[in-house]
């Protein structure tokens, strides 16, 4: 009780008490210092995974993390691994004098102020960890340069794209089928219509697996999965 006491007169007696007795805030807030930090440190654990789970969402997408969210991250396992340190220092036999019947006042005043101080550390993280947004999409596919020749070709496939996108976006539309000869670049389409798909954010999710001519059921709901960042635990 004298220590929550102590504690909580500390901000009425932070402009009349000198500088120097100040120090022994540490001392006697000792127990306090240490519980908030854990406090705190679970908090910026929670947020941490909240901003994890986003980022995970945005790959799914094939989004681009913004730096600023990575900085972030890592700097929350940075603060982490030292208030773990120091957690754990609070442990250790030196915090006792030699008798091993009291504390041990060096450590203990050492202790506080550093759990203090990472406290601080911690709550600017928590501060700063709030984003708009943490992925962006990535910059659209550059398409190869086309000779001469090839610019009927070419003219005909961005036709069939942009009528393929349009139909896409039509809701009463739900399967759309590209049909042509082998090597006359089905799939490379497709690959590319994907990417329009996901840079346009026309839905939520995307996937992509390919069929062979011997179709395999479970390998193609793997695939399927695998992109959606589900697993399949039960397969009939």
């Known amino acids: 009780m004298a220590e929550i006491a102590l504690c909580a007169a500390e901000k009425l007696a932070e402009y009349a008490v000198d500088p120097i007795l100040n120090q022994f805030k540490y001392l006697f807030c000792y127990t306090t210092n240490i519980q908030n930090l854990r ?40 603060i982490k691994k030292e208030a773990d340190e120091v957690l754990k220092g609070t442990t250790n036999t030196q915090m006792q004098c030699l008798s091993l019947r009291c504390p041990n006042l ?50 005909t496939r961005i036709s069939t794209k942009k009528e393929i996108l349009e139909a896409l976006k039509d809701e009463d539309i739900r399967i759309l089928g590209i049909c042509g000869m082998p090597g006359v670049g089905k799939t490379t389409l497709a690959n590319e219509i994907t990417t329009e798909v996901k840079f346009e954010n026309l839905f939520d999710d995307v996937a992509m697996a390919v069929v062979s001519k011997d179709q395999d059921v479970i390998k193609i709901q793997d695939q399927l999965a695998e992109m959606l960042g589900l697993k399949i635990e039960e397969k009939t």
């Open 39 to 78: 406090d705190e440190l679970e908090n910026l654990e929670n947020k941490r995974i909240g901003v994890q789970l986003l980022v995970d969402e945005a790959t799914r997408n094939d989004q681009v993390i913004g730096p600023e969210v990575l900085a972030w991250l890592q700097k929350v396992d940075g």
């Open 106 to 155: 060096k450590s203990r005043y050492s202790m506080s102020k550093k759990a203090k101080e990472k406290t601080d550390e911690v709550l600017d993280l928590q501060g700063t960890g709030k984003f708009d947004r943490v992925g962006y999409p990535k910059p659209p596919v550059q398409m190869p340069y086309q000779t001469p020749h090839d610019v009927d070709g070419f003219e």
